[in-house]
C-alpha cells in the first residue's frame, strides 16, 4: 500500500508513536486524519476530537471523513499499572476497565468502522489491496512485567487479534499487522523514575537505548509496502525480553 494519494486514518496521532506516523504519511503524500482527544495534531493532519472508547463518537469521526480509507493505524493507548491483588485487597478493577476499553475496545470500535469502509475501496494494484491496518502491541503482548495486568491483557489481546482481523478481512483484499515495541521514548513514559528506565534499557541486547517514534514510523513504512506480510506481529525492542520485576518495582 503505497501511502501517496490514500487516506489513512491514526489514532493517537497527536503524541508519540502516533505522531511520528502521521507526519510520516502526511510527508509520503498521504491525507491523514488523527482521532485523538487531546493535544493537537501535526502541521498537514487534520484532527477530529475523539475518544476512541467511545463508539458512536468514533462512527460519528469515521463518518465525518468524506472518500475512501485505505490505511488505519491503531495507535490509541494508555499505560495503567497495579498487581491483580495485594496485602491491602483487590487490584484496582475500574483501572483495569479503564486500560482495556481504550487500548483493546477502542481500537476494536475504530477498526469495526474503518474496515467496513475500506470494503467498499476499489482494488488496489496487481493484489487487488483495498487496505492495511497496523496494530500499536507492545514487549507487553508477550512478555507482561510484575503489575502490567491490564496493559498486558490489552496488548496481548491486540497481537492476538492481528491473525484474526487478517483472517475476517482478507477476502476483501485487506491487510491487518502489528508492531511490538519495547521501550519508546515518548510521552507516555516520559514520567518514569531514571532508574527504572535505566534497568529496563539494561536489558535490551543492542542497542541498549530507548527506541525513538520515528523508529516506529519506520516500521509502518516496512509494513505497508510489504503486501506479503500478513496477520503478522514485528518485534521492535531491540531483543529485549524484560525479567519479571525490576528491582526498582520490587517491595
Ligand atoms: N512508548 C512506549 O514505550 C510504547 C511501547 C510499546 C507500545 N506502545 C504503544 O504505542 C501506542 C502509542 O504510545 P505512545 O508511547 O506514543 O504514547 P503517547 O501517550 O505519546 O500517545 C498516545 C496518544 O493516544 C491518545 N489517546 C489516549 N487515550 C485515547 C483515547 N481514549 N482515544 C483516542 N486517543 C487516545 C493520547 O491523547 C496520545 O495522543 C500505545 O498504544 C502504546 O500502548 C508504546
Ligand atoms: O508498551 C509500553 O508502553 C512499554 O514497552 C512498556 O511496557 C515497557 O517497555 C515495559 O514495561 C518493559 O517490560
Given at each position: 500500500m503505497e501511502p501517496a494519494g490514500k487516506c489513512a486514518v491514526v489514532t493517537g496521532g497527536n503524541s508519540g508513536l502516533g505522531r511520528a506516523t502521521a507526519e510520516w504519511l502526511a510527508a509520503a503524500g498521504a491525507k491523514v486524519v488523527s482521532?485523538?482527544?487531546?493535544?493537537?495534531?501535526?502541521?498537514?493532519?487534520?484532527h477530529i476530537a475523539c475518544d476512541v472508547s467511545d463508539h458512536?463518537?468514533?462512527?460519528?469521526?469515521?463518518?465525518?471523513?468524506?472518500?475512501?480509507?485505505?490505511?488505519?493505524?491503531?495507535?490509541?493507548?494508555?499505560?495503567?499499572?497495579?498487581?491483580?491483588?495485594?496485602?491491602?485487597?483487590?487490584?484496582?478493577?475500574?483501572?483495569?476497565?479503564?486500560?482495556v476499553e481504550v487500548n483493546l475496545l477502542g481500537a476494536a470500535n475504530v477498526t469495526a468502522a474503518v474496515a467496513?469502509?475500506?470494503?467498499?475501496n476499489d482494488p488496489v494494484g496487481e493484489d487487488g489491496e483495498r487496505?492495511?491496518?497496523?496494530?500499536?502491541?507492545?514487549?507487553?503482548?508477550?512478555?507482561?512485567?510484575?503489575?502490567?495486568g491490564a496493559y498486558t491483557a490489552s496488548k496481548s489481546a491486540m497481537a492476538g487479534l492481528c491473525l484474526v482481523w487478517a483472517r475476517d478481512l482478507s477476502r476483501h483484499g485487506i491487510r491487518v499487522n502489528g508492531i511490538a515495541p519495547g521501550f519508546m521514548a515518548?510521552?507516555?513514559?516520559?514520567?518514569?523514575?531514571?532508574?527504572?528506565?535505566?534497568?529496563?534499557?539494561?536489558?535490551?541486547?543492542?542497542?541498549?537505548?530507548?527506541?525513538?517514534?520515528?523508529?516506529?514510523?519506520?516500521?509502518?513504512?516496512?509494513?505497508?509496502?510489504?503486501?506479503?506480510?500478513?496477520?503478522?506481529?514485528?518485534?521492535?525492542?531491540?531483543?529485549?525480553?524484560?525479567?519479571?520485576?525490576t528491582k526498582w518495582s520490587m517491595d
Open positions: 482521532l485523538d482527544p487531546t493535544g493537537e495534531a501535526p502541521d498537514g493532519v487534520r458512536a463518537a468514533v462512527q460519528a469521526a469515521v463518518d465525518s471523513i468524506d472518500g475512501p480509507i485505505h490505511i488505519l493505524i491503531n495507535c490509541a493507548g494508555i499505560g495503567g499499572i497495579g498487581p491483580i491483588a495485594s496485602a491491602e485487597g483487590p487490584g484496582d478493577m475500574a483501572a483495569f476497565r479503564k486500560v467496513a469502509r475500506m470494503i467498499g487496505g492495511a491496518i497496523v496494530n500499536a502491541c507492545s514487549i507487553a503482548s508477550f512478555e507482561g512485567q510484575e503489575g502490567m515518548t510521552p507516555m513514559v516520559a514520567h518514569l523514575p531514571d532508574d527504572f528506565v535505566a534497568e529496563l534499557l539494561a536489558d535490551t541486547e543492542f542497542p541498549k537505548r530507548a527506541g525513538r517514534a520515528e523508529e516506529f514510523a519506520e516500521v509502518v513504512d516496512f509494513v505497508l509496502h510489504t503486501p506479503l506480510l500478513n496477520g503478522e506481529v514485528i518485534r521492535l525492542d531491540a531483543g529485549a525480553r524484560p525479567p519479571a520485576r
